[in-house]
C-alpha cells in the first residue's frame, strides 16, 4: 500500500483519532460541514403514503419526505458527503444492481469533492437487513419473548455479516425504547416493556450487528415511546426520575457493555424540550457521565421538525444550528439544516469549533471502519461474488427465534390439536403472509408501492402452515373480513364454516404499515386495544356457535382479550414472527413444538384504562383496588408463558441475609422439569425496594435465565446480585444505593414467584454512576 505524503490520514497504522485530526486540519470549513450532511437518492416516500388530511388538502410531512430530492448526489456531495442513506433499502433490485448502485454513488462523492473522502453506507436492519430478497426475522417484541439474549445476538451476527458483505457500514438498530403504552403503534419495534430485558437483550443484538463491522445504532434517544396517548411523535410527559430509571438505563448498558458506535435522536419533546435540542441528555448524560465516544445522528427528517414541528427555531437553519450545539453529529437521511452551517459560522451564530468537534467523530469512525485507507476503492467494499441475502443458515436463524417466540397463553381443552377431522381455518391473518411481518420488514415497508414484485423471499401463510402440519385433518378456510376495514359481509360465511367443524382456529391481529396503512407500526397508533377492524365481531360471532374456538393473535402490540378469554378453547399469541412464523405457530398448534415464549408485555383485561404496563407502585397497582373504577389486573402478566410440560420452581436460597452497599448476595432456586416432555422454563428474579425514599415499582426484573431441561431434570439457577442493582434515583436526583429490606421473589412470571425471602442492606447510602454494575449474572447447574 503507497502512502502519499500530502494524504498522512490514508495510512492505517496511525491511530484513528489521530488520522481524523489531520484530515479535519486539511479541510475547509464547507468540507467539515459535508461530513456532517447525507443523501438518499431513491427516496420515493412522497409517491407513498401518507394518506391525506382532506380537511387540510396536504398528506402530512409531504413536504419534508420530499425535501433534498431536488439536489443532485454530485451537488450534495461537492464538499464531500458523510452518509449514504438507504442505498439498498429504498426499492427492490438485485444484489448485483445494488452493488453496481452503490458503487457508483460512492464514485460519485468520490469525483465530486477535492479530498475524495468515502461516504458511510447507512440502512435500516429492525427484523433483518431490509432490502428485497433479505431474510425477514421475528420483530423486536417478538426477541423479547425469547429472553434469549444469545439467540439474539446471533440473529443480529447473521445480519450484520450480510450487510457487511454488500458495503453496508453501519446498521439503524436496535429499538431501545421501553414501551409505555400500548396503543403506540411502534410497540413491535420495541423489545418490551421491562428496562432489563430490553437493555440485555439490546446489547446482545450490539455485540452482534458490531461483530460483524456494522456500527449498531441505539434508537429512539430518549423517551419517545412514552408520548402521550401512544400517539407518534407526540409530547412526553415524564419526569427526569422516571427518564433516568426507566428509559436511559437501556441505552446506558448498550454503551457501557456492548460498546455501541451510534446513538439517533429521538422525535419527542420531553416535557417540551426536544431531544435533539437538549444540552443536559446529550452532553451532560450520553457525552459527560456516560462518556460515549461515538457519533449521534438524527432520526429521518428530525432536524428539520425542529423548525415545523416543535416550533422551536424559526427556519431551518436555526433548527440546524441548534442540533448541532446540542449534539447532533450527522442530519438523516438528507442535509437540510445542516446545509446552513457555513452560513451560521461565517456569521458568527455558532463556533467552527462544533462543526470541527461533530466532524472528527464522524472522521474517526470512517478512520476505523477502514474507509480512510489508500487502498480503499468502492468495488472492494462488496463481496464478489454478492452473499446469498437469504440463505439456509439464515432461515434456520429466523425459524429458531420464531419458534422460541411464540406465547402459549392458555391450552384449554383444544389444544394441543389432534390433527384429525374437520378444521374451520378462519381470519384475515390466515391466508395473508404480510400480517407475519413488521412494518420495517421490506415486504411491509417498500414493498407495497412495487404490488407486481411478490415479498422477494419465500413466505408460507398460517393456513399452508397448518395444511402441512396437520396432513390428515380436512382444512378448510374462510377469511370472514378484513384486517381494517369495516366490511361484515364475510362474517355469515365464517360462522356457517364454524359450525360445519369439529374445532375451529381464528387467527387474527394485525398487518403492519406505515403512516395509518396498518394496525401496527410507525405511525399506526390505536384508540384502545380491542381487535382491529371488526375482527372482535368476528371472533364473537364464531364463539357464539358453540364449537371450540383457539384463537392464535398475531400481532405487534398486545390486545385485550378479557371479553374472551373464558370462551376460548385455546389461545396462542405470536408477535409478528417473521417469514418462518407459520410454520411455528402451527407447529404450536399441532405440539410438535413445545412452546417457550414468555410475555414481554402484558395482555391487557379491557380496551381501555392505558397505560398498564407491570412497572407500577402501589397505586398504580392491584393494590389500589377501590380507589378507582378502572381495573388493573392484566389477563396475563408480563414474563408468562405456558408450556405442554410442567415446572416448578423452589428451594429459595440466599447466600447471606445482608449485605453492605456495595456487597452482592447470590439467590439459587431448583428448577425441575415435573412433566412427560422436553421443555424450556425462563426463571425470573425481581426485586422489590419495601421502604425507598421515592414510590417506586412494586417490583422489577433483575435477572433471568432460559433453561432447557428433559423430563424429570433439575437445575439449579443461581443469580449473582450486587447492591448496585437496586440503585434508584433520589429526591435529589442523585441515583443511590439506600441501607433497608429488600424482597427477592423468583418465579416464571411477574405474578407467579413462589419463592420469596429478604435480604438486608446495610451501611450509609452511596451515590453510584455510571461505573455501577449494570448487569446480573446467572450460572445453571444441571443436577
Given at each position: 500500500?503507497?502512502?502519499?505524503?500530502?494524504?498522512?490520514?490514508?495510512?492505517?497504522?496511525?491511530?484513528?483519532?489521530?488520522?481524523?485530526?489531520?484530515?479535519?486540519?486539511?479541510?475547509?470549513?464547507?468540507?467539515?460541514?459535508?461530513?456532517?450532511?447525507?443523501?438518499?437518492?431513491?427516496?420515493?416516500?412522497?409517491?407513498?403514503?401518507?394518506?391525506?388530511?382532506?380537511?387540510?388538502?396536504?398528506?402530512?410531512?409531504?413536504?419534508?419526505?420530499?425535501?433534498?430530492?431536488?439536489?443532485?448526489?454530485?451537488?450534495?456531495?461537492?464538499?464531500?458527503?458523510?452518509?449514504?442513506?438507504?442505498?439498498?433499502?429504498?426499492?427492490?433490485?438485485?444484489?448485483?444492481?445494488?452493488?453496481?448502485?452503490?458503487?457508483?454513488?460512492?464514485?460519485?462523492?468520490?469525483?465530486?469533492?477535492?479530498?475524495?473522502?468515502?461516504?458511510?453506507?447507512?440502512?435500516?436492519?429492525?427484523?433483518?437487513?431490509?432490502?428485497?430478497?433479505?431474510?425477514?426475522?421475528?420483530?423486536?417484541?417478538?426477541?423479547?419473548?425469547?429472553?434469549?439474549?444469545?439467540?439474539?445476538?446471533?440473529?443480529?451476527?447473521?445480519?450484520?455479516?450480510?450487510?457487511?458483505?454488500?458495503?453496508?457500514?453501519?446498521?439503524?438498530?436496535?429499538?431501545?425504547?421501553?414501551?409505555?403504552?400500548?396503543?403506540?403503534?411502534?410497540?413491535?419495534?420495541?423489545?418490551?416493556?421491562?428496562?432489563?430485558?430490553?437493555?440485555?437483550?439490546?446489547?446482545?443484538?450490539?455485540?452482534?450487528?458490531?461483530?460483524?463491522?456494522?456500527?449498531?445504532?441505539?434508537?429512539?434517544?430518549?423517551?419517545?415511546?412514552?408520548?402521550?396517548?401512544?400517539?407518534?411523535?407526540?409530547?412526553?410527559?415524564?419526569?427526569?426520575?422516571?427518564?433516568?430509571?426507566?428509559?436511559?438505563?437501556?441505552?446506558?448498558?448498550?454503551?457501557?457493555?456492548?460498546?455501541?458506535?451510534?446513538?439517533?435522536?429521538?422525535?419527542?419533546?420531553?416535557?417540551?424540550?426536544?431531544?435533539?435540542?437538549?444540552?443536559?441528555?446529550?452532553?451532560?448524560?450520553?457525552?459527560?457521565?456516560?462518556?460515549?465516544?461515538?457519533?449521534?445522528?438524527?432520526?429521518?427528517?428530525?432536524?428539520?421538525?425542529?423548525?415545523?414541528?416543535?416550533?422551536?427555531?424559526?427556519?431551518?437553519?436555526g433548527a440546524g444550528a441548534l442540533a448541532l450545539a446540542a449534539g447532533t453529529d450527522v442530519e438523516l437521511?438528507?442535509?437540510?439544516?445542516?446545509?446552513?452551517?457555513?452560513?451560521?459560522?461565517?456569521?458568527?451564530?455558532?463556533?467552527?469549533?462544533?462543526?470541527?468537534?461533530?466532524?472528527?467523530?464522524?472522521?474517526?469512525?470512517?478512520?476505523?471502519?477502514?474507509?480512510?485507507?489508500?487502498?480503499?476503492?468502492?468495488?472492494?467494499?462488496?463481496?464478489?461474488?454478492?452473499?446469498?441475502?437469504?440463505?439456509?443458515?439464515?432461515?434456520?436463524?429466523?425459524?429458531?427465534?420464531?419458534?422460541?417466540?411464540?406465547?402459549?397463553?392458555?391450552?384449554?381443552?383444544?389444544?394441543?390439536?389432534?390433527?384429525?377431522?374437520?378444521?374451520?381455518?378462519?381470519?384475515?391473518?390466515?391466508?395473508?403472509?404480510?400480517?407475519?411481518?413488521?412494518?420495517?420488514?421490506?415486504?411491509?415497508?417498500?414493498?407495497?408501492?412495487?404490488?407486481?414484485?411478490?415479498?422477494?423471499?419465500?413466505?408460507?401463510?398460517?393456513?399452508?402452515?397448518?395444511?402441512?402440519?396437520?396432513?390428515?385433518?380436512?382444512?378448510?378456510?374462510?377469511?370472514?373480513?378484513?384486517?381494517?376495514?369495516?366490511?361484515?359481509?364475510?362474517?355469515?360465511?365464517?360462522?356457517?364454516?364454524?359450525?360445519?367443524?369439529?374445532?375451529?382456529?381464528?387467527?387474527?391481529?394485525?398487518?403492519?404499515?406505515?403512516?395509518?396503512?396498518?394496525?401496527?407500526?410507525?405511525?399506526?397508533?390505536?384508540?384502545?386495544?380491542?381487535?382491529?377492524?371488526?375482527?372482535?365481531?368476528?371472533?364473537?360471532?364464531?364463539?357464539?356457535?358453540?364449537?371450540?374456538?383457539?384463537?392464535?393473535?398475531?400481532?405487534?402490540?398486545?390486545?385485550?382479550?378479557?371479553?374472551?378469554?373464558?370462551?376460548?378453547?385455546?389461545?396462542?399469541?405470536?408477535?409478528?414472527?417473521?417469514?418462518?412464523?407459520?410454520?411455528?405457530?402451527?407447529?404450536?398448534?399441532?405440539?410438535?413444538?413445545?412452546?417457550?415464549?414468555?410475555?414481554?408485555?402484558?395482555?391487557?383485561?379491557?380496551?381501555?384504562?392505558?397505560?398498564?404496563?407491570?412497572?407500577?407502585?402501589?397505586?398504580?397497582?392491584?393494590?389500589?383496588?377501590?380507589?378507582?373504577?378502572?381495573?388493573?389486573?392484566?389477563?396475563?402478566?408480563?414474563?408468562?408463558?405456558?408450556?405442554?410440560?410442567?415446572?416448578?420452581?423452589?428451594?429459595?436460597?440466599?447466600?447471606?441475609?445482608?449485605?453492605?452497599?456495595?456487597?452482592?448476595?447470590?439467590?439459587?432456586?431448583?428448577?425441575?422439569?415435573?412433566?412427560?416432555?422436553?421443555?424450556?422454563?425462563?426463571?425470573?428474579?425481581?426485586?422489590?425496594?419495601?421502604v425507598a425514599r421515592v414510590a417506586r415499582p412494586l417490583k422489577l426484573l433483575t435477572g433471568f435465565a432460559?433453561?432447557?431441561?428433559?423430563?424429570?431434570?433439575?437445575?439449579?439457577?443461581?443469580?449473582?446480585?450486587?447492591?448496585?442493582?437496586?440503585?434508584?434515583?433520589?429526591?435529589?436526583?442523585?441515583?443511590?444505593?439506600?441501607?433497608?429490606?429488600?424482597?427477592?421473589?423468583?418465579?416464571?412470571?411477574?405474578?407467579?414467584?413462589?419463592?420469596?425471602?429478604?435480604?438486608?442492606?446495610?451501611?450509609?447510602?452511596?451515590?453510584?454512576?455510571?461505573?455501577?454494575?449494570?448487569?446480573?449474572?446467572?450460572?445453571?447447574?444441571?443436577?
Amino acid at each position: 500500500m503507497s502512502i502519499s505524503t500530502d494524504r498522512p490520514w490514508t495510512d492505517p497504522a496511525l491511530p484513528a483519532r489521530e488520522r481524523a485530526a489531520l484530515l479535519l486540519a486539511a479541510m475547509t470549513l464547507e468540507e467539515k460541514v459535508g461530513q456532517l450532511g447525507s443523501r438518499w437518492v431513491g427516496n420515493d416516500m412522497s409517491d407513498a403514503s401518507v394518506p391525506a388530511d382532506e380537511s387540510l388538502n396536504v398528506a402530512p410531512m409531504e413536504d419534508v419526505f420530499s425535501a433534498g430530492g431536488s439536489v443532485s448526489l454530485e451537488d450534495a456531495s461537492r464538499f464531500g458527503l458523510g452518509h449514504l442513506t438507504r442505498v439498498w433499502g429504498s426499492y427492490p433490485q438485485s444484489v448485483d444492481e445494488g452493488v453496481a448502485e452503490l458503487i457508483r454513488q460512492h464514485e460519485v462523492v468520490l469525483k465530486s469533492s477535492r479530498l475524495g473522502v468515502p461516504a458511510l453506507v447507512h440502512e435500516e436492519c429492525l427484523t433483518g437487513f431490509t432490502t428485497y430478497g433479505a431474510t425477514v426475522y421475528p420483530t423486536s417484541i417478538a426477541w423479547g419473548a425469547t429472553f434469549d439474549p444469545a439467540l439474539v445476538e446471533r440473529m443480529a451476527a447473521a445480519i450484520g455479516r450480510d450487510m457487511s458483505a454488500v458495503g453496508v457500514h453501519q446498521g439503524l438498530s436496535p429499538v431501545l425504547d421501553v414501551v409505555r403504552d400500548y396503543r403506540w403503534g411502534r410497540v413491535e419495534e420495541t423489545i418490551g416493556e421491562d428496562p432489563y430485558l430490553v437493555a440485555l437483550l439490546g446489547s446482545a443484538y450490539v455485540r452482534g450487528l458490531q461483530s460483524a463491522g456494522v456500527i449498531a445504532t441505539l434508537k429512539h434517544f430518549a423517551g419517545y415511546s412514552a408520548s402521550r396517548a401512544g400517539r407518534n411523535h407526540g409530547p412526553v410527559s415524564m419526569g427526569r426520575r422516571e427518564l433516568l430509571d426507566i428509559i436511559l438505563p437501556t441505552f446506558e448498558t448498550a454503551i457501557a457493555t456492548a460498546g455501541a458506535g451510534s446513538v439517533m435522536s429521538s422525535y419527542a419533546d420531553v416535557d417540551g424540550v426536544p431531544a435533539s435540542v437538549d444540552p443536559w441528555l446529550y452532553g451532560e448524560v450520553l457525552r459527560g457521565e456516560w462518556a460515549f465516544e461515538g457519533t449521534v445522528v438524527s432520526d429521518y427528517w428530525a432536524v428539520p421538525f425542529l423548525a415545523s414541528m416543535h416550533r422551536v427555531a424559526a427556519d431551518d437553519a436555526g433548527a440546524g444550528a441548534l442540533a448541532l450545539a446540542a449534539g447532533t453529529d450527522v442530519e438523516l437521511p438528507d442535509t437540510i439544516g445542516f446545509a446552513g452551517l457555513v452560513e451560521k459560522v461565517r456569521a458568527g451564530e455558532i463556533a467552527e469549533e462544533l462543526i470541527d468537534r461533530a466532524a472528527r467523530r464522524v472522521l474517526q469512525q470512517k478512520a476505523e471502519l477502514g474507509l480512510l485507507d489508500a487502498d480503499w476503492t468502492p468495488a472492494a467494499s462488496v463481496r464478489s461474488p454478492g452473499p446469498e441475502l437469504d440463505s439456509a443458515d439464515n432461515q434456520a436463524l429466523a425459524r429458531e427465534l420464531a419458534e422460541k417466540s411464540v406465547v402459549l397463553l392458555d391450552p384449554g381443552t383444544a389444544l394441543p390439536l389432534d390433527g384429525t377431522g374437520k378444521i374451520a381455518v378462519i381470519g384475515p391473518c390466515a391466508d395473508d403472509v404480510r400480517t407475519l411481518l413488521g412494518c420495517y420488514a421490506f415486504p411491509n415497508h417498500v414493498l407495497p408501492r412495487y404490488p407486481d414484485r411478490g415479498p422477494g423471499v419465500s413466505i408460507v401463510s398460517a393456513l399452508d402452515a397448518l395444511r402441512n402440519e396437520l396432513p390428515g385433518a380436512d382444512l378448510q378456510y374462510s377469511k370472514g373480513c378484513d384486517v381494517m376495514a369495516a366490511d361484515r359481509s364475510g362474517i355469515a360465511e365464517a360462522v356457517a364454516l364454524a359450525q360445519d367443524s369439529d374445532v375451529c382456529v381464528a387467527v387474527l391481529g394485525d398487518l403492519s404499515g406505515l403512516f395509518g396503512h396498518g394496525t401496527s407500526g410507525e405511525g399506526c397508533d390505536a384508540e384502545d386495544l380491542r381487535l382491529p377492524g371488526v375482527q372482535g365481531e368476528l371472533l364473537n360471532a364464531l364463539l357464539d356457535t358453540g364449537k371450540p374456538v383457539v384463537l392464535v393473535v398475531v400481532s405487534g402490540r398486545p390486545y385485550a382479550l378479557g371479553e374472551y378469554g373464558d370462551r376460548v378453547a385455546g389461545l396462542v399469541q405470536a408477535f409478528l414472527p417473521g417469514q418462518e412464523g407459520a410454520a411455528a405457530i402451527a407447529g404450536v398448534l399441532s405440539g410438535r413444538i413445545n412452546p417457550s415464549g414468555k410475555l414481554p408485555v402484558q395482555i391487557p383485561r379491557h380496551v381501555g384504562g392505558q397505560p398498564g404496563t407491570y412497572l407500577q407502585p402501589a397505586l398504580g397497582s392491584v393494590e389500589s383496588a377501590g380507589i378507582s373504577g378502572l381495573e388493573t389486573r392484566p389477563l396475563f402478566p408480563f414474563g408468562y408463558g405456558a408450556s405442554y410440560t410442567s415446572f416448578t420452581i423452589a428451594d429459595l436460597r440466599l447466600s447471606v441475609p445482608e449485605i453492605g452497599s456495595n456487597g452482592e448476595f447470590t439467590a439459587t432456586v431448583r428448577v425441575e422439569n415435573t412433566g412427560e416432555r422436553s421443555g424450556d422454563e425462563v426463571v425470573q428474579l425481581y426485586l422489590h425496594d419495601l421502604v425507598a425514599r421515592v414510590a417506586r415499582p412494586l417490583k422489577l426484573l433483575t435477572g433471568f435465565a432460559r433453561v432447557s431441561l428433559a423430563p424429570g431434570e433439575a437445575a439449579d439457577v443461581t443469580f449473582r446480585v450486587h447492591a448496585d442493582r437496586t440503585a434508584y434515583t433520589g429526591p435529589d436526583l442523585r441515583r443511590i444505593v439506600e441501607p433497608g429490606d429488600l424482597e427477592v421473589m423468583v418465579g416464571t412470571s411477574s405474578q407467579d414467584l413462589p419463592c420469596r425471602d429478604i435480604v438486608r442492606i446495610t451501611g450509609d447510602v452511596r451515590v453510584v454512576g455510571h461505573d455501577r454494575v449494570l448487569t446480573t449474572p446467572v450460572e445453571v447447574r444441571r443436577l
